[in-house]
């Protein structure tokens, strides 16, 4: 069974850094896509970031190119979006998300129906 465990959201002031963390089992890396996504009241779940090890394919959005950073860590099997220069409209709930033989080239607006496996979701707060 894969489960994905997320963590390490909260209140952070405009600027700051923040750095989520998705623990997760029942799938390696090598062969799977792996995606941050965030979703704010309203709005539909959208990806953000994605990397995948076996097609070498990523999504890096100009939206967030520059101040998000996704990175995998296989020994602790945990994935990791890095956050820096938080602004007022990165406040979301943000969602770890893994699909086995998917590639990143599967991009918004059809990317979030295409994985099957989530994280509980973590709020990320940025106040001025």
Do not use: H
Request: hydrophobic share 35%.
């Amino acid at each position: 069974e894969v489960q994905l465990v997320e963590s390490g959201g909260g209140l952070v002031q405009a600027g700051e850094s923040l750095t989520l963390s998705c623990a997760v089992s029942g799938l390696t890396f090598d062969d799977a896509a792996i995606g941050w996504f965030r979703q704010v009241p309203g709005k539909e779940r959208s990806m953000i970031s994605c990397f995948s090890r076996s097609d070498r394919t990523t999504y890096d959005p100009d939206s967030v190119k520059g101040r998000f950073t996704i990175s995998v860590d296989n020994a602790k099997s945990t994935m990791y979006l890095q956050i820096n220069s938080l602004k007022l409209e990165d406040t979301a709930v943000y969602y770890c998300g893994a699909e086995r033989d998917l590639s990143c080239l599967v991009r918004p607006p059809i990317a979030t129906p295409a994985y099957d496996r989530w994280g509980q979701g973590t709020q990320v707060t940025v106040a001025s």
